[in-house]
């Protein structure tokens, strides 16, 4: 089996190259190998589908298959229609708002000694607190899916403050300096720990149709961020591709990243293309031939094995 080029993918972190995109599996890093889930007494995070499968079993949610109750999507919209949405953004909070620990991968991307753009597609904050933890400053940035007022706006928290900013997606080049300032970007809204009032959560079907339509008309992801895409490599830690949504977020940015790129040079080269990576545990054929068709090179690794060698190779360069 081929390792990830451990030293490849740290050289172009360390020169602020690569847009680390974590998705559900890094939240579960630091939970131990079989330790099973207690809404009751949680010692980690739920994931997704231990998440849906609550959400079902309290709003008794009709199904056909076993599996039906494991589509969060769906459930979170049947829960949000037979309970309200504010009763559903009150649970997730409940669910999501703990003291739980940050993994090795959360500590050691906080330790990058570069400003970089971290993409999350959770809703915790684990980042947030390892940056806190390691005394790093970063700005915050949430698509507000709760805020119907500000549909068209991102939750914007410069490094420190209280309150967010809303401002225009494609204006926060006016506000945030890339060569300068590490952002954390909540692609999927996130819980707020100090306030209530700031959970946004893209969580229901409408809430992804609604986002995936603005990505079509490019005011979703905030251009300054797929402008810096265009010539970085993403590493994807913690992604499954069985998700629709999360496929067509990746066409849609893969496509975004080719058009500039093709647009910057004489034409399309497959090689003008910076390669990227996928770090995901035991992938299924499936998966591996859309990243592959998506030129993203897959490797069957454990999260934590993958950061202590990609530690290693750190250490092996400042030496």
Not at 129 to 141: E, I, K, S, W
Not at 302 to 311: A, G, M, N, P, V
Request: one cysteine or more; proline letters at 6%.
């Amino acid at each position: 089996m081929a390792e990830p080029p451990y030293g490849v993918i740290w050289n172009r972190l360390k020169r602020g190259r690569v847009v680390p995109f974590l998705g559900a599996g890094a939240s579960l890093a630091a939970r131990p190998a079989g330790a099973c889930w207690d809404p009751d007494k949680p010692a980690s995070l739920p994931s997704g589908a231990e998440l849906s499968r609550l959400l079902a079993e309290e709003t008794s949610f009709p199904f056909t298959r076993p599996n039906d109750v494991d589509d969060l999507a769906t459930v979170s919209s049947y829960y949000c229609d037979m309970n309200g949405r504010r009763v559903l953004r009150e649970r997730l909070r409940e669910l999501l708002v703990g003291d739980y620990p940050c993994s090795a991968l959360h500590h050691f991307l906080a330790s990058i000694d570069m400003p970089l753009v971290f993409v999350v597609t959770n809703y915790d904050t684990l980042l947030e607190q390892a940056f806190l933890a390691a005394g790093r400053p970063y700005d915050l940035v949430i698509h507000p899916a709760d805020r119907r007022d500000y549909a068209n706006a991102v939750l914007w928290w410069p490094h420190g403050a209280a309150e967010p900013q809303f401002r225009e997606p494609n204006r926060l080049e006016q506000d945030i300096d890339l060569a300068r300032t590490t952002v954390i970007y909540k692609m999927h809204g996130s819980v707020c720990r100090d306030s209530a009032r700031w959970d946004n959560f893209v969580i229901t079907e409408d809430d992804y149709i609604d986002f995936l339509s603005r990505m079509t008309t490019h005011t979703a992801v905030p251009s300054l961020f797929s402008a810096d895409f265009r010539d970085k490599s993403f590493l994807f830690l913690g992604y499954s591709l069985r998700d629709w949504n999360l496929r067509v977020v990746l066409k849609n940015l893969g496509r975004e990243q080719a058009m500039r790129t093709e647009a910057q040079g004489d034409g399309p080269d497959d090689d003008e293309l910076p390669r990227s990576w996928a770090i995901q545990r035991n992938p299924s054929e499936f998966e591996r031939r859309l990243w592959e068709a998506r030129g993203v090179s897959i490797f069957d690794v454990d999260i934590d094995e993958f950061i202590d060698k990609l530690h290693a190779a750190a250490e092996g360069g400042r030496a």
